[in-house]
């Protein structure tokens, strides 16, 4: 009886000392000692990731351990400025429930110099009781820096646009323009399609202006965006704009060889003709006189003008009597010259009619009612077709 006494108390005796060398720790996963966060358009997204471990085992609620509670405690300097629970439970950014990694994101209030712990509350089961005990993880310093962003301005959302699109986008950060010289700066335009990036392009860079040009591969919705890497102590920082949704489409050609086809038929087709024109022919006393449309001409004392449009001639005596005279008539005409009367016959033999060829001006003028309703056709095709092109951007 006595030696069955003394084994059980050895067997304790073991056991508590085998229990009192179990080490018990908190241990941060992420973030890491150092780690730096850019901000850019806004707060970064900073995962913390912690565990309660006993040797190299992660704990989470079980025989010996009924409640676990993990909460990281964000420091800026010594005061204390947040207050995050940590979860296992599969939300909050956890991949997976009650695998002992208690997770949740935080956002920090402005920049900065942090320090990080967590602290984990157990309720453990000792000698059939339960004991509430904390851990306290070490100090994680970290730092927040703010960086440039990329703010697309064009292509505007929504926009229909070529398979080649110019890209201009503004630098700023903490919401003013960036123009300062930082040669660790590099952007590039990214499009992508069905959320894969299938297409890219550096971007130049003047003051605080960003430029370029991307070609897409096809016809078809995209979604661009600006990425903008800059290094800071020796880390690369990134800040991506907001993407753009835009279409890339077929350029317009319909209505431009609609109105292309309507402006060789208004060229085709004849323009108004210019009005007949006369040349004349005038025997006066048997002297044969010609005259061009209009033309004046004097002989014996008569001038004789020749009509532009009209078969006929006026002509004047040197009495100052005219007479119209039509083709194919023979005139007596008679007058006082001094104290004698002075007489002649003037005959209007015949007019030859001539006609202008068109000036090249001439010809593209719309001169006929045909010609003004294919020019009207013309320029509404090329109107339709202008207005569908500068939808494309």
Not at 65 to 85: H, I
Not at 328 to 357: D, F, I, T
Request: with cysteine.
């Amino acid at each position: 009886m006595k030696w069955l006494s003394f084994c059980f108390l050895s067997l304790a005796f073991l056991l508590s000392v085998a229990f009192a060398q179990e080490v018990w720790q908190v241990v941060v996963i992420q973030p890491k000692q150092g780690d730096l966060f850019g901000w850019a358009q806004d707060a970064p997204y900073i995962t913390i990731q912690a565990a309660l471990q006993r040797d190299s085992e992660f704990i989470s609620p079980n025989d010996i351990v009924k409640r676990l509670f993990l909460t990281a405690q964000v420091f800026s300097g010594d005061q204390l400025l947040d207050n995050v629970p940590l979860w296992d439970d599969g939300t909050h950014g956890d991949d997976k429930a009650r695998d002992g990694i208690f997770t949740s994101t935080y956002r920090p209030s402005q920049t900065g110099e942090f320090r990080l712990r967590v602290r984990a509350q157990a309720d453990l089961v000792r000698n059939g009781k339960i004991v509430t005990k904390e851990f306290w993880s070490n100090f994680v310093p970290i730092q927040v820096v703010p960086i440039p962003y990329p703010h697309l301005v064009f292509p505007e959302p929504g926009s229909k646009t070529k398979t080649t699109v110019n890209v201009r986008a503004r630098l700023l950060m903490q919401n003013q323009p960036f123009g300062e010289s930082d040669e660790t700066l590099q952007a590039k335009i990214v499009a992508q399609m069905e959320g894969k990036g299938i297409a890219e392009a550096p971007l130049r860079r003047r003051g605080s202006v960003l430029t370029g040009q991307i070609s897409l591969p096809k016809r078809g919705d995209y979604r661009l965006l600006i990425a903008v890497t800059v290094t800071r102590q020796g880390k690369t920082l990134q800040a991506q704009s907001e993407p753009v949704s835009i279409q890339a489409v077929r350029m317009p050609i319909l209505w431009f060889i609609v109105g292309c086809f309507f402006l060789v038929i208004y060229l085709l087709l004849p323009p108004k003709e210019p009005p007949l024109r006369y040349r004349h022919r005038v025997w006066i006393d048997g002297a044969s006189i010609g005259l061009d449309p209009g033309e004046e001409k004097t002989m014996e004392g008569i001038k004789v003008k020749g009509a532009n449009d009209k078969r006929e001639v006026i002509v004047t005596t040197p009495d100052g009597k005219e007479q119209i005279l039509q083709e194919g008539k023979r005139q007596p005409l008679s007058w006082w010259g001094g104290k004698e009367r002075k007489e002649v016959v003037v005959h209007y033999e015949k007019a030859e009619p001539l006609r202008e060829k068109p000036s090249v001006f001439a010809r593209l003028l719309p001169t006929t009612i045909g010609r003004i309703v294919v020019l009207l056709l013309t320029f509404l095709a090329f109107a339709i077709w202008w207005h569908q092109f500068q939808q494309i951007r």
